[in-house]
């Protein structure tokens, strides 16, 4: 009996411990999308006014972890997005942080992304305590974007994809902490 319950505890606590943890949110440390397995790159805090209120936490998985921004925008594999909300976010503050963002960091001409950046904010909602915002992006397939595991729809193309995740990585992120936490700990790798 006592190694039953040494064992359920021991158990409990190795879950606990494959897991990432930011302002309250945890996300686990590997995800299967596409049937490749993912793993948890980094986690980092969104902020926001000089007031440093917390927005989201943002968790990005790779096939490939690394600390090598360009290098994981680049990479034309399997990557995913998770922003868990910590606060509630109007609908106008996320359509415009996604137009700054594709504005300061698109990998290409920003107007020739504008047709896909106006069908990404047309899929924002009002968001939240407790939402989740997913961006899955799949090779040959495109970024599919989830709001609360609902599906909104999938936007193609390479060029998109870089230029999405690229809001976070790039030069003008949101915040460098919250890049720095995404980008983990992993080397120069």
Do not use: C
């Not at 986690?43 to 290098?71: C, F, Q």
């Not at 950046?117 to 997913?134: K, Q, S, V, Y």
């Not at 970024?143 to 599906?151: M, Q, S």
Request: glycine share 8%; aromatic share 8%; charged share 25%.
């Amino acid at each position: 009996m006592r190694t039953a319950l040494f064992l359920i505890i021991l158990l409990a606590g190795l879950s606990a411990a494959n897991a990432g943890k930011k302002a309250g949110v945890t996300m686990p440390d590997t995800m299967t999308v596409a049937e490749r397995p993912l793993a948890l790159n980094g986690m980092g805090l969104r902020e926001a006014t000089w007031l440093d209120i917390d927005v989201y936490v943002a968790g990005l998985y790779v096939e490939h972890p690394s600390s090598n921004a360009a290098k994981l925008v680049a990479a034309d594999e399997v990557k995913v997005l998770v922003l868990r909300f910590v606060r509630d976010v109007d609908r106008s503050d996320i359509v415009k942080a996604w137009s700054d963002g594709f504005k300061n960091n698109a990998t290409v001409p920003v107007d020739t992304l504008k047709p896909l950046i106006d069908r990404l904010n047309a899929w924002m909602p009002e968001f939240e305590d407790g939402d989740t915002l997913t961006f899955s992006y799949v090779p040959k397939q495109g970024v599919e974007v989830t709001v609360n595991g609902a599906r909104k729809g999938v936007i193609q193309g390479e060029d998109f994809a870089r230029s999405l995740f690229s809001i976070w990585l790039g030069p003008k992120p949101p915040t460098k902490a919250l890049r720095k936490g995404l980008l983990g700990n992993h080397g120069s790798t």
